[in-house]
Protein backbone atom coordinates (compact mmCIF):
# COMPACT_ATOMS: atom_id res chain seq x y z
CA UNK A 1 0.00 0.00 0.00
CA UNK A 2 1.20 3.46 -0.77
CA UNK A 3 -0.25 6.52 1.09
CA UNK A 4 -0.06 10.00 -0.59
CA UNK A 5 -0.33 13.43 0.73
CA UNK A 6 -0.21 16.77 -1.73
CA UNK A 7 0.46 19.90 -0.46
CA UNK A 8 0.47 23.42 -1.68
CA UNK A 9 -2.52 23.79 -3.69
CA UNK A 10 -4.00 27.62 -3.50
CA UNK A 11 -4.92 30.54 -4.87
CA UNK A 12 -2.66 32.04 -8.03
CA UNK A 13 -3.14 34.83 -10.43
CA UNK A 14 -2.75 34.24 -13.92
CA UNK A 15 1.05 34.59 -15.10
CA UNK A 16 2.35 33.49 -11.61
CA UNK A 17 3.78 30.30 -10.27
CA UNK A 18 2.78 27.87 -7.48
CA UNK A 19 4.68 24.76 -6.43
CA UNK A 20 2.94 21.21 -5.93
CA UNK A 21 4.39 18.50 -3.72
CA UNK A 22 3.40 14.61 -2.99
CA UNK A 23 4.75 12.93 -0.37
CA UNK A 24 4.30 9.07 -0.79
CA UNK A 25 4.67 6.76 2.02
CA UNK A 26 3.98 2.93 3.14
CA UNK A 27 5.46 1.02 0.40
CA UNK A 28 7.19 3.22 -1.63
CA UNK A 29 10.23 0.84 -2.85
CA UNK A 30 7.67 -0.33 -5.39
CA UNK A 31 6.05 2.72 -6.88
CA UNK A 32 7.28 2.49 -10.69
CA UNK A 33 5.85 5.94 -11.57
CA UNK A 34 3.82 8.93 -10.16
CA UNK A 35 2.17 11.71 -12.01
CA UNK A 36 -0.46 14.58 -11.25
CA UNK A 37 -3.97 14.40 -12.26
CA UNK A 38 -6.44 17.02 -12.26
CA UNK A 39 -10.19 17.51 -12.23
CA UNK A 40 -11.96 20.14 -12.99
CA UNK A 41 -15.71 21.34 -11.95
CA UNK A 42 -18.14 19.14 -14.71
CA UNK A 43 -14.88 17.51 -16.34
CA UNK A 44 -13.02 14.12 -16.25
CA UNK A 45 -10.21 13.56 -14.01
CA UNK A 46 -7.39 14.28 -16.96
CA UNK A 47 -3.57 13.63 -17.00
CA UNK A 48 -1.28 16.59 -16.27
CA UNK A 49 2.24 15.11 -16.14
CA UNK A 50 3.72 11.84 -14.99
CA UNK A 51 7.06 10.92 -14.36
CA UNK A 52 8.72 7.12 -14.63
CA UNK A 53 11.52 5.24 -12.54
CA UNK A 54 13.54 6.35 -15.16
CA UNK A 55 12.83 9.48 -14.94
CA UNK A 56 11.41 10.05 -18.26
CA UNK A 57 8.60 12.24 -17.88
CA UNK A 58 5.62 13.07 -20.28
CA UNK A 59 3.23 15.64 -20.26
CA UNK A 60 -0.57 17.38 -21.28
CA UNK A 61 -0.28 18.93 -24.48
CA UNK A 62 -1.96 21.90 -22.60
CA UNK A 63 0.74 22.17 -20.07
CA UNK A 64 3.82 21.44 -22.17
CA UNK A 65 6.17 24.20 -21.51
CA UNK A 66 4.35 25.61 -18.39
CA UNK A 67 4.61 23.10 -15.89
CA UNK A 68 7.55 20.64 -14.66
CA UNK A 69 7.16 17.59 -12.58
CA UNK A 70 9.80 16.21 -10.62
CA UNK A 71 10.82 13.67 -7.95
CA UNK A 72 13.16 13.31 -4.98
CA UNK A 73 15.83 10.10 -5.68
CA UNK A 74 14.22 7.92 -2.85
CA UNK A 75 11.40 8.40 -4.80
CA UNK A 76 9.23 9.73 -1.59
CA UNK A 77 8.50 13.26 -3.03
CA UNK A 78 7.25 14.25 -6.12
CA UNK A 79 6.45 17.81 -7.07
CA UNK A 80 4.59 20.37 -9.58
CA UNK A 81 6.10 23.43 -10.69
CA UNK A 82 3.42 25.85 -12.38
CA UNK A 83 4.10 28.58 -14.02
CA UNK A 84 1.83 30.98 -16.07
CA UNK A 85 -0.52 29.30 -14.60
CA UNK A 86 -4.27 29.98 -16.37
CA UNK A 87 -7.75 30.45 -15.58
CA UNK A 88 -8.54 27.06 -17.29
CA UNK A 89 -5.86 25.27 -15.16
CA UNK A 90 -8.25 25.69 -12.07
CA UNK A 91 -8.97 22.67 -10.86
CA UNK A 92 -8.84 19.57 -8.14
CA UNK A 93 -4.75 18.34 -8.71
CA UNK A 94 -4.48 14.99 -7.53
CA UNK A 95 -1.32 13.04 -6.67
CA UNK A 96 -1.08 9.31 -8.33
CA UNK A 97 1.58 6.60 -7.99
CA UNK A 98 1.50 3.36 -9.94
CA UNK A 99 2.67 0.48 -7.79
CA UNK A 100 2.37 -3.23 -8.00
CA UNK A 101 -0.14 -2.42 -11.03
CA UNK A 102 -2.14 -0.91 -8.29
CA UNK A 103 -2.89 2.87 -8.92
CA UNK A 104 -2.90 5.06 -5.33
CA UNK A 105 -4.44 8.40 -5.18
CA UNK A 106 -4.15 11.35 -2.63
CA UNK A 107 -7.31 13.24 -1.52
CA UNK A 108 -6.06 15.91 -4.35
CA UNK A 109 -5.74 20.00 -3.32
CA UNK A 110 -7.29 22.98 -5.00
CA UNK A 111 -5.66 25.29 -7.30
CA UNK A 112 -7.81 28.33 -8.28
CA UNK A 113 -6.30 30.61 -11.01
CA UNK A 114 -7.96 33.76 -10.58
CA UNK A 115 -7.23 37.42 -10.54
Known amino acids: QVQLVESGGGLVQPGGSLILSCAAS????????MGWYRQAPGKQRELVAR???????AYADSVKGRFTISRDSAKKTVSLQINSPKPEDTAVYYC?????????WGKGTLVTVSS
Open 51 to 57: IIIGGST
Open 96 to 104: NALSGGMNF
Open 26 to 33: GSVFSINA
